[in-house]
């Protein structure tokens, strides 16, 4: 039996680099699908791709709560109701130190990368109380279980995510309700791609070597591998997992 028969799927981020692995596994795994990002060209390729008869290419604000209300509203009215929700979208923010980092870059920061969270949480769980609950799995980052320098307000976003599953999970594992967070890094997609040219301006080859020399396994995670990692907890095979953060990072938070 596929992992995800029968089930069906939200994705926020759904064009970037993460997200359109994990919707071309979860449609794999015989999951319907709504796919979330303001990059609509993106998302009708991806949904073409799959299979467009199965999936929702929705162009969405993450920080509106209207707009992932009414996202949340078409996924029902399609597809009757909402089994799993990837809240996968994020940005990064400017890389510098924290006494010159704009109030306008780390509230834009914090508002793709929590209060989408929270707003996408908001959303989907009255929805999976109603049929009878869910799994919500939420991109958090290496960098949400660990400090970094230069990029405050990305690992203050990320911790803050961290939080808001374990509040979720204790509200709503009455109602079968599962939560929980991936913490990637690093991992071969164009935020870290950024990450270096934000590091090492004109250098970023040497930024890259720097860092994949940091991580015991040497080498740049795929999203592919990410996919997995949430297909897992989106599944009933992580049914007695919830409030809980998994690492997915080369084995950089052995050190």
């Known amino acids: 039996m596929l992992r995800l028969e029968k089930k069906v799927a939200i994705i926020t981020g759904a064009a970037g680099g993460i ?3 994990a ?3 979860f449609a794999k795994e015989g999951a319907k699908l709504a796919l979330l990002d303001l990059d609509q060209g993106a998302l009708d390729r991806l949904a073409n791709e799959i299979g467009a008869e199965n999936c929702l290419a929705l162009q969405t604000d993450v920080t509106d709560p209207e707009a992932m209300q009414q996202a949340v509203a078409l996924t029902i009215r399609k597809f009757s109701q909402i089994d799993v929700a990837f809240l996968n979208a994020g940005i990064e923010g400017p890389v510098t130190n924290l006494c010159d980092y704009s109030i306008d870059d780390f509230d834009k920061v914090m508002a793709v ?3 989408g969270v929270f707003l996408g949480l ?3 769980i009255p929805e999976m109380t109603s049929t009878g609950g869910g799994s919500i799995v939420i991109t958090s980052s290496l960098g949400g279980l660990r400090g970094m320098a230069k990029i405050s307000a990305y690992i203050a976003s990320k911790h803050a995510v961290v939080g808001l599953m374990k509040s979720a999970a204790l509200e709503y594992a009455s109602a079968k309700i599962r939560v929980n967070t991936i913490n990637p890094a690093p991992i071969d997609t164009r935020m870290i791609k950024a990450l270096e040219e934000g590091y090492g301006p004109g ?3 040497a930024v890259q070597k720097k860092i994949q020399h940091g991580v015991p396994l040497r080498r740049y995670g795929q999203p592919q591998e990410v996919a997995n990692l949430a297909l897992f907890l989106s599944s ?3 049914s007695f997992i919830t409030g809980n953060s998994y690492p997915i990072d080369g084995g950089m938070s052995a050190s």
């Open 122 to 124: 908001k959303a989907v």
């Open 23 to 25: 919707a071309r596994l």
């Open 236 to 238: 009933d095979e992580a």
């Open 19 to 21: 997200g359109q692995e």
């Open 203 to 205: 250098a970023a080859d």
């Open 113 to 115: 990368n929590v209060r």
